[in-house]
């Protein structure tokens, strides 16, 4: 599966954005979705996933009760709604997929085979 994130830009503390990544080339109903981020000189970290059929999410302690991962199958397209934003939002975010249809919902790195090409958010204070 081919993924595009896009959505990002620069807000000020307390505003909101929201991510979309489009996916194409496989049946998008059988890949758990995911968004990680990474900010410059550190790892990419797992933000927020959803399973294939949308019913389980899953979501970093970190931005818990600030962003929402929703999904439309019938438009192949994963969303992160980022609300309440802080400065240390400041990342390059990534989609990515997991073909499955587990309703265990992953997080790990390794769990995703399938990367988007990143998108920059920046929050300013």
């Known amino acids: 599966v081919q993924l595009q994130a896009s959505g990002g830009g620069l807000v000020q503390a307390g505003g909101s954005l929201r991510l979309s990544c489009a996916a194409s080339g496989r049946t998008f109903s059988g890949y758990a979705m995911g968004w990680f981020r990474q900010a410059p000189g550190k790892e990419r970290e797992f933000v927020a996933a959803?399973?294939?059929?949308?019913?389980?999410?899953d979501y970093a302690d970190s931005v818990k009760g600030r962003f929402t991962i929703s999904r439309d199958n019938a438009k192949n397209t994963v969303y992160l709604q980022m609300s309440s934003l802080k400065p240390e939002d400041t990342s390059v975010y990534y989609c990515?997929?997991?073909?499955?249809?587990?309703?265990?919902?992953?997080?790990?790195?390794?769990?995703?085979?399938?990367w988007g090409q990143g998108t920059q958010v920046t929050v300013s204070s």
């Open positions: 959803i399973i294939w059929g949308g019913g389980s999410t």
């Open positions: 990515a997929a997991r073909r499955s249809v587990s309703m265990v919902v992953p997080r790990g790195l390794a769990d995703f085979g399938s």
